[in-house]
């Protein structure tokens, strides 16, 4: 049992593409550098992963490569970060965390909200958005840039099942990727419990995060663009199997229906901390072993 309590830490997990931003964060950036239409890009990704059952992070990664090559265009680290600069948010993104820091302060001084991404999206890209220092961490996949500076194969792939191993690493406080998350932590030592953890995303893609999340005793929201039907009866559907705790318009403005139904879940989790806080002291004090 840890010497003091460590549990007062509250984690927002997000998603990125469609959650934080209207489109991926790519037609933002990359392909209009390679003068691509993004319809027809996702279109060929789409058609490639049903013919040859590839992993669909794998081939847009690769395909993107090529595209830059056909197009003779070498594109760096520098330049993905300042292409992230076209990126556009959703209503009240670039204040919402800040706006959740604040109601934590107030409510629960002694409590600590982190924010952190995690994303299939690119590294490079999200190295580079106006909102990267609102973030504890950022996992996304990655390219290898070779000794030019250019980049040549994906080095790290982050699929929609292999998202739970960062919430993992998030639960146990193990965030170096080049740390092991297989040995065994008591519950009781480790920072993040999953009772401490939202998962916010947009879609069918955050299933595997959302039902473990859930299964482990975690919160869970589905966001939808409000001038896309299908992404609204997408949420419905998590809403009706249980995958998500709420459903709300991708509106992160202060006093929407977001921020609402979000503030309710922190009042829940924080009320949690300060039960599992002064139950900790408790047994502290009476020498009573958990």
Same mark, same amino acid.
């Given at each position: 049992?840890?010497?003091?309590?460590?549990?007062? =830490?509250?984690?927002? @997990?997000?998603?990125?593409?469609?959650?934080?931003?209207?489109?991926?964060?790519?037609?933002?950036?990359?392909?209009?550098?390679?003068?691509?239409?993004?319809?027809?890009?996702?279109?060929? +990704?789409?058609?490639?992963?049903?013919?040859?059952? $590839?992993?669909?992070?794998?081939? %847009?990664?690769?395909?993107?490569?090529?595209?830059?090559?056909?197009?003779?265009?070498?594109?760096?680290?520098?330049?993905?970060?300042?292409?992230?600069?076209?990126?556009?948010?959703?209503?009240?993104?670039?204040?919402?965390?800040?706006?959740?820091?604040?109601? @934590?302060?107030?409510?629960?001084?002694?409590?600590?909200?982190?924010?952190?991404?995690?994303?299939?999206?690119?590294?490079?890209?999200?190295?580079?958005?106006?909102? *990267?220092? *609102?973030?504890?961490?950022?996992? $996304?996949?990655?390219?290898?840039?070779?000794?030019?500076?250019?980049?040549?194969?994906?080095?790290?792939?982050?699929?929609?099942?292999?998202?739970?191993?960062?919430?993992?690493?998030?639960?146990?406080?193990?965030? !170096?990727?080049?740390?092991?998350?297989?040995? =065994?932590?008591?519950?009781?030592?480790?920072? +993040?419990?999953?009772?401490?953890?939202?998962?916010?995303?947009?879609?069918?893609?955050?299933?595997?995060?959302?039902?473990?999340?859930?299964?482990?005793?975690?919160?869970?929201? $589905?966001?939808?663009?409000?001038?896309?039907?299908?992404?609204?009866? @997408?949420?419905?559907?998590?809403?009706?199997?249980?995958?998500?705790?709420?459903?709300?318009?991708?509106?992160?403005?202060?006093?929407?229906?977001? =921020?609402?139904?979000?503030?309710?879940?922190?009042?829940?989790?924080?009320?949690?901390?300060?039960?599992?806080?002064?139950?900790? !002291?408790?047994?502290?004090? %009476?020498?009573?072993?958990?």
């Amino acid at each position: 049992m840890p010497a003091e309590f460590i549990q007062d =830490h509250i984690a927002v @997990v997000y998603d990125f593409d469609g959650t934080l931003t209207p489109r991926p964060m790519q037609d933002y950036a990359i392909l209009p550098k390679l003068g691509i239409n993004a319809e027809d890009f996702w279109r060929e +990704v789409g058609e490639e992963v049903n013919r040859t059952g $590839a992993e669909n992070m794998l081939v %847009y990664m690769r395909l993107l490569l090529e595209k830059a090559e056909q197009a003779k265009v070498d594109i760096r680290r520098s330049d993905y970060a300042d292409l992230a600069k076209n990126i556009e948010y959703f209503k009240g993104v670039e204040q919402w965390f800040d706006l959740l820091n604040q109601y @934590v302060e107030q409510r629960s001084p002694g409590v600590d909200l982190r924010h952190y991404i995690v994303s299939a999206g690119m590294r490079e890209i999200l190295d580079g958005i106006s909102i *990267k220092d *609102k973030f504890k961490n950022i996992y $996304a996949s990655e390219y290898y840039f070779d000794y030019r500076g250019i980049a040549t194969f994906p080095k790290v792939v982050i699929t929609d099942t292999s998202k739970t191993q960062y919430l993992f690493r998030i639960n146990k406080g193990i965030e !170096n990727l080049s740390e092991s998350i297989n040995g =065994h932590m008591p519950e009781v030592e480790r920072p +993040v419990p999953f009772r401490n953890i939202i998962y916010i995303g947009d879609g069918l893609t955050d299933v595997p995060s959302m039902a473990l999340t859930k299964k482990e005793g975690g919160h869970t929201l $589905a966001v939808y663009n409000g001038e896309k039907q299908r992404q609204r009866e @997408v949420c419905r559907d998590l809403l009706r199997a249980g995958r998500a705790d709420f459903i709300a318009e991708a509106d992160y403005r202060e006093g929407s229906e977001l =921020h609402r139904r979000t503030q309710l879940l922190l009042n829940n989790i924080i009320s949690s901390i300060e039960y599992e806080r002064e139950l900790f !002291n408790c047994k502290e004090q %009476y020498s009573v072993d958990s």
